[in-house]
């Protein structure tokens, strides 16, 4: 759970609603469906309009990881690249089979799949990197949606604040009614400025990072990947894999290539 989100959209709308109240105004008079049908519908109706269905689709679904984000686990498989290094070292790369059968990450199981069945270094370098490319943009499509609803959102809402002042200037004829009917009416920019910088934007910025995230995990896996099918080091796999976890991201401060040297010396050395 990210309650740095929690907290973020929290203190916004409080701030809001603080500062309305401090300044003698009146809450129930920023609840306006019509503004909010006209925010909200023409935005989503924008996005519609330029996004394709698989991407609109997949931005929904990723609105989540707002909230609960992925698991940062790469510590984690930085271990589990390196035991599978040792396992390959000391039994071949075939004995890594089962281990590539129980994975349930996708990406982690053809990985193992490419090197078990002796594929070279380059091009499971290739096509890891492919299908990296690939995920990678959609997922930021997916986050430039909201990046987009940021901006249509202010201008829908100047939209709605106009419409709202040609309903008041069509009913002059009774003064009574002028000062409620030019509030509801700038309404609808409070709607369309408060969700553009305290919704839509932070949204699109958090999903970046988390993509961009995912893609570093990744670029990890496939490294580890090349160093088991070249029967590397461990230590210096280790090492090499220690650059993609984030600062401060690693869990503990012992090594995790520590080995004893196999009673049969792989072709690639001693560990």
């Keep these: 759970m990210d309650f740095l989100s ?41 996005v519609l309009l330029q996004t394709p269905l698989s991407i609109f689709l997949r931005g929904l679904k990723m609105a989540m990881w707002v909230f609960l984000p992925p698991n940062n686990d790469m510590p984690e498989l930085l271990r589990q690249l390196t035991d599978w290094l040792r396992i390959a070292r000391h039994q071949f790369v075939l004995a890594l089979d089962p281990v590539a059968e129980q994975q349930t990450d996708p990406f982690i199981k053809q990985a193992l799949r490419l090197v078990v069945d002796g594929v070279e270094a380059p091009q499971i370098r290739t096509v890891l990197e492919s299908n990296i490319v690939t995920s ?52 609808a920019t409070v709607y369309g400025v408060g969700s553009a910088n305290l919704l839509f934007l932070p949204i ?18 496939t490294e580890g990947m090349i ?24 869990e503990g401060g012992e090594g995790v290539a520590e080995d004893a040297a196999p009673a049969n010396p792989s072709p690639a050395g001693a560990d």
């Design 6 to 46: 929690i907290i973020g959209l929290v203190m916004g709308l409080g701030a809001i609603c603080t500062s309305m109240t401090l300044d003698g105004g009146n809450l129930f008079a920023l609840l306006q469906l019509s503004a909010a049908i006209i925010v909200l519908g023409g935005t989503f109706a924008a």
């Design 136 to 187: 990678s943009h959609e997922e930021m499509l997916a986050a430039e949606m909201y990046e987009a609803m940021g901006g249509y959102a202010p201008t829908v809402g100047i939209l709605g604040a106009v419409m709202g002042l040609i309903t008041v200037m069509a009913h002059l004829d009774d003064p009574s009614k002028l000062g409620e009917g030019i509030a509801t009416a700038f309404v």
């Design 204 to 221: 699109a910025s958090k999903l970046k990072f988390h993509v961009k995230r995912r893609v570093r995990r990744f670029e990890m896996i």
């Design 227 to 250: 160093g088991i099918a070249v029967l590397e080091s461990p230590l210096q796999l280790e090492m090499r894999l220690r650059s993609f976890l984030e600062h401060g991201g690693g």
